[in-house]
């Protein structure tokens, strides 16, 4: 049986400012018109894989089951799941609990992994590569795929592979491992892709379960432990799978590659060449998009005068660039991002910066999902705030009050259920509802369509935190 595994716990630092850790880049839609994740997901479909496991961390959950249901795959069937992380501890550990529920139901489970949110253009070329991998792990390999590289990289790490001699420049046969590089200096690099003996490594693989576990029991018997523990200590919560948090939070944190792939002597490359990308910075975007005339790359309300070789992205407002050469500019509600094209790896500092300031924007854009639907600030006063929010047909917030603030809420569009201290009343378009501070109340859609509500809340305190929950449908605390 082939189980695909998709690890779905990045946080994208280097596409800030649209990706965000609360809405980070494997949920976004940047190069076709599904998110990354979604990409990913009907890519597998492509394959004879029996059951999809999704590792991600407790923060996304919805949205992964979301982007499930939207694919026609709710988790708690057809053995599918959702297994939640309760702390980040890299990628051998999330592989090692993979492992551990793919062999619950089948101990010849072979595991495809793939991060979420990578982009592979040549689906055929990457059906007959799993293809490939598969036939090699059935013998103990462990297999991952190497990217034929198309220049000098010095953004990604090598693997240097054995090359029978007289090798085929297009066989995709495996090849043993002989080692994997750090990212090199361009130097380097060249030296490497001129030799032909190296590949970029993916990040991704195919090994059975049981194998994997025993080569990381054998290199990281701590990892392996641990993670061991914690699944025994598993639970299931509506379609997603908890593992014992104490005991995974005592785990090392390590990746595949330090814990198991560099240490075993039974690692084989496949090569691929399927018009992949790690989409990992703003270069890598606007290297695999198309250009026009200038060798811009020009995405929502931009007008441009003398601009060449630019990545251009407005999310809503005007970009309007003179003289501008090598440069992204990114525009987003409540940030815009100008950065030299070979300067694009340092936006990660800029995080550390925002962060470092106890600012939000590196975790929130202005609109911010919830697993009912979304919401937005639209003003912000002293004492008052301005919300536009919009809820699922079926959504319901939690049954809840509030100690520092009242609401009035006025319905835009749609059908609204509102509770108020157990007193239940309907509200169309147009009709509104005071909330007093105190009150015990609950919104709910109970329509088909969206529905639509402006929140002005007032009060001598109007954080997210001032939420006092006596009843969740999602399980939040």
């Given at each position: 049986?082939?189980?695909?595994?998709?690890?779905?716990?990045?946080?994208?630092?280097?596409?800030?400012?649209?990706?965000?850790?609360?809405?980070?880049?494997?949920?976004?839609?940047?190069?076709?018109?599904?998110?990354?994740?979604?990409?990913?997901?009907?890519?597998?479909?492509?394959?004879?894989?029996?059951r999809?496991l999704?590792?991600?961390?407790?923060?996304?959950?919805?949205?992964?089951?979301?982007?499930?249901?939207?694919?026609?795959?709710?988790?708690?069937?057809?053995g599918?799941?959702?297994?939640?992380?309760?702390?980040?501890?890299?990628?051998?550990?999330?592989?090692?609990?993979?492992?551990?529920?793919?062999?619950?139901?089948?101990?010849?489970?072979?595991?495809?992994?793939?991060?979420?949110?990578?982009?592979?253009?040549g689906?055929?070329?990457?059906?007959?590569?799993?293809?490939?991998?598969?036939?090699?792990a059935?013998?103990?390999?462990?297999?991952?795929?190497?990217?034929?590289?198309?220049?000098?990289?010095?953004?990604?790490?090598?693997?240097?592979?054995?090359?029978?001699?007289?090798?085929?420049?297009?066989?995709?046969?495996?090849?043993?491992?002989?080692?994997?590089?750090?990212?090199?200096?361009?130097?380097?690099?060249?030296?490497?892709?001129?030799?032909?003996?190296?590949?970029?490594?993916?990040?991704?693989?195919?090994?059975?379960?049981?194998?994997?576990?025993?080569?990381?029991k054998?290199?990281r018997?701590?990892?392996?432990?641990?993670?061991?523990?914690a699944?025994?200590?598993?639970?299931?919560?509506?379609?997603?799978?908890?593992?014992?948090?104490?005991?995974?939070?005592?785990?090392?944190?390590?990746?595949?590659?330090?814990?198991?792939?560099?240490?075993?002597?039974?690692?084989?490359?496949?090569?691929?060449?399927?018009?992949?990308?790690?989409?990992?910075?703003?270069?890598?975007?606007?290297?695999?998009?198309?250009?026009?005339?200038?060798?811009?790359?020009?995405?929502?309300?931009?007008?441009?005068?003398?601009?060449?070789?630019?990545?251009?992205?407005?999310?809503?407002?005007?970009?309007?660039?003179i003289?501008?050469?090598?440069?992204?500019?990114?525009?987003?509600?409540?940030?815009?991002?100008?950065?030299?094209?070979?300067?694009?790896?340092d936006?990660?500092?800029?995080?550390?910066?925002?962060?470092?300031?106890?600012?939000?924007?590196?975790?929130?854009?202005?609109?911010?999902?919830?697993?009912?639907?979304?919401?937005?600030?639209?003003?912000?006063g002293?004492?008052?705030q301005?919300?536009r929010?919009?809820?699922?047909?079926?959504?319901?917030?939690?049954?809840?009050?509030?100690?520092?603030?009242?609401?009035?809420?006025?319905?835009?569009?749609?059908?609204?259920?509102?509770?108020?201290?157990?007193?239940?009343?309907?509200?169309?378009?147009?009709?509104s509802?005071?909330?007093?501070?105190?009150?015990?109340?609950?919104?709910?859609?109970?329509?088909?369509?969206?529905?639509?509500?402006?929140?002005?809340?007032?009060?001598?305190?109007?954080?997210?935190?001032?939420?006092v929950?006596?009843?969740?449908?999602?399980?939040?605390?």
């Open positions: 049986m082939l189980t695909s595994v998709i690890l779905c716990g990045g946080s994208g630092t280097r596409l800030w400012p649209l990706s965000r850790e609360a809405f980070p880049k494997q949920f976004l839609s940047l190069t076709q018109a599904g998110s990354l994740l979604a990409e990913t997901i009907a890519r597998i479909g492509k394959l004879e894989a029996d999809l999704v590792v991600s961390n407790e923060e996304h959950r919805f949205l992964v089951a979301a982007t499930l249901q939207n694919a026609g795959l709710k988790a708690s069937n057809g599918n799941a959702i297994i939640l992380e309760p702390s980040a501890r890299n990628t051998a550990p999330a592989i090692a609990l993979a492992a551990f529920e793919a062999l619950e139901s089948d101990p010849e489970a072979i595991l495809l992994v793939l991060p979420a949110d990578h982009v592979i253009t689906t055929e070329t990457f059906v007959a590569a799993v293809a490939t991998a598969v036939e090699a059935k013998t103990g390999a462990m297999v991952t795929f190497g990217i034929v590289p198309d220049s000098p990289h010095t953004g990604y790490g090598y693997i240097r592979s054995a090359r029978a001699e007289g090798r085929a420049a297009d066989d995709t046969s495996p090849m043993p491992v002989t080692e994997f590089v750090e990212k090199p200096d361009q130097a380097t690099a060249e030296r490497y892709v001129a030799s032909g003996e190296y590949l970029w490594n993916s990040g991704m693989f195919v090994f059975q379960a049981k194998r994997f576990l025993e080569e990381l054998t290199f018997p701590k990892i392996h432990e641990a993670c061991q523990a699944f025994a200590g598993k639970t299931r919560d509506l379609d997603f799978l908890r593992v014992d948090e104490a005991r995974f939070n005592a785990c090392p944190d390590d990746s595949i590659d330090y814990a198991v792939m560099e240490q075993t002597d039974s690692a084989v490359v496949v090569p691929l060449d399927a018009g992949w990308s790690d989409v990992g910075s703003w270069s890598a975007l606007y290297e695999m998009q198309g250009k026009d005339a200038h060798g811009n790359v020009a995405r929502g309300d931009v007008i441009t005068e003398d601009v060449s070789g630019c990545y251009l992205h407005s999310e809503g407002r005007l970009i309007a660039a003289g501008l050469q090598d440069h992204v500019v990114v525009e987003t509600d409540d940030v815009v991002l100008v950065a030299a094209m070979d300067r694009v790896q936006v990660k500092k800029l995080v550390a910066q925002v962060r470092a300031k106890a600012r939000d924007e590196h975790r929130f854009h202005k609109k911010v999902h919830r697993p009912w639907g979304t919401y937005e600030g639209i003003a912000l002293e004492r008052f301005v919300k929010i919009q809820v699922k047909p079926g959504g319901r917030l939690s049954l809840q009050k509030h100690h520092h603030r009242a609401e009035h809420w006025v319905v835009v569009s749609g059908t609204a259920l509102v509770s108020r201290d157990g007193e239940d009343m309907l509200l169309s378009e147009n009709e509802t005071y909330i007093p501070l105190g009150v015990t109340h609950r919104l709910e859609n109970p329509g088909v369509i969206t529905l639509e509500l402006i929140e002005v809340q007032s009060g001598s305190y109007l954080g997210e935190d001032d939420i929950r006596f009843e969740d449908t999602y399980g939040r605390t």
